[in-house]
Nanobody, 116 residues
Framework: QERLQESGGGLVQAGGSLRLSCSASRTIVSDINSMGWYRQAPGKQRELVAIISGGGTRNYADSVKGRFTISKDHAKKVSLQMNNLKSEDTAIYYC??????????WGQGTQVTVSS
């Protein structure tokens, strides 16, 4: 099993910035297929925000391109820098890890609230 440790999130005004981080502890580096972030707003389905593969390939939702940047702080920790935040970015953000061996894991979620 994996336990993803999330940090960051909070309340910010529109146009502001936040940084989320997520660390894995029980997955060996070679078994990491991807790590990243999804979000779920009230009344909406969970959606992809940004992911980064073990090889470093990044994918972003169209709605965050140019504003959010996902990076690897080290092999088992990723960060999401969120700039120019908008009210529609308000959601619970969940860290996600997928292993090459198959299992996937979710963090507990961290609230991001953007006030307009």
């Amino acid at each position: 099993q994996e336990r993803l440790q999330e940090s960051g999130g909070g309340l910010v005004q529109a146009g502001g910035s936040l940084r989320l981080s997520c660390s894995a502890s029980r997955t060996i580096v070679s078994d990491i297929n991807s790590m990243g972030w999804y979000r779920q707003a009230p009344g909406k389905q969970r959606e992809l925000v940004a992911i980064i593969s073990g090889g470093g390939t990044r994918n972003y939702a169209d709605s965050v391109k140019g504003r959010f940047t996902i990076s690897k702080d080290h092999a088992k920790k990723v960060s999401l820098q969120m700039n120019n935040l908008k009210s529609e970015d308000t959601a619970i953000y969940y860290c996600h890890l997928r292993r090459n061996s198959g299992p996937e894991f979710w963090g507990q979620g961290t609230q991001v609230t953007v006030s307009s």
